[in-house]
């Protein structure tokens, strides 16, 4: 395991970030615990999950949201 100090800045930075959403797991608990979720939507999550695990970011936010507003 690498110190802090020969960590890039992008790998301390996700190292924080997955910290810091444990850590409010742990207080706070899953919201979304026992809650049913339909067998379409969970294929859609899994596709979206494997795609950004291939460097999918999917659409610039501001053009989801004119898509929204239509």
Known sequence: MATV???TKKE????IGAVVEQKL???L????EGLF???SLRKRL???KRAVAKG???QPLDRAARKASV
Do not use: C, K, T
Request: hydrophobic share 35%; net charge negative.
């Open 5 to 7: 100090a020969q960590m």
């Open 12 to 15: 301390l930075e996700e190292m």
């Open 25 to 27: 797991l742990d207080v």
């Open 29 to 32: 608990g899953d919201p979304d």
């Open 37 to 39: 979720v339909r067998q």
């Open 46 to 48: 899994l596709r979206q």
């Open 56 to 58: 999918s970011r999917g």
